[in-house]
């Protein structure tokens, strides 16, 4: 079964930047659509950032937008990154990579991380 392992987590000052990583024990390059959710204490999970199996789309949640940049690492097939810039104290929570694997036979499956944690400071 694939495993995915979040790092990248840490404590930093609102405005700061932090680069997560998941890194999966398969490759993940055409079956696996790859996305980043977060989950801040007493709230539900959410949306943050994804991509598409062939790399070509990404999406992100409004609140992303114009300050994360999730990518997938061009020299290794198993790692997708989440640049966040300008991070805000909002930003806090701990963060989810989840893996949905298309194998184009029933329905795809989801593989979640256990997440790494986020802090931003004011």
């Known amino acids: 079964q694939a495993q995915f392992l979040e790092s990248g987590g840490d404590l930093v000052q609102a405005g700061g930047s932090l680069r997560l990583s998941c890194v999966a024990s398969?490759?993940?390059?055409?079956?696996?659509?790859m996305a980043w959710f977060r989950q801040a204490p007493g709230s539900d999970r959410e949306f943050v950032a994804g991509v598409s199996r062939d790399g070509s789309t990404t999406f992100y949640a409004d609140s992303a937008k114009g300050r994360f940049t999730l990518s997938r690492d061009s020299t290794h097939f198993n790692t997708v990154n989440l640049q966040m810039n300008s991070l805000k104290p909002e930003d806090t929570a701990v963060y989810y990579c989840?893996?949905?694997?298309?194998?184009?036979?029933?329905?795809?499956?989801?593989?979640w991380g256990k997440g790494t944690q986020v802090t931003v400071s004011s």
């Open positions: 989840l893996a949905t694997y298309y194998s184009g036979m029933g329905d795809p499956t989801d593989y």
């Open positions: 398969v490759r993940i390059t055409g079956n696996y659509a």
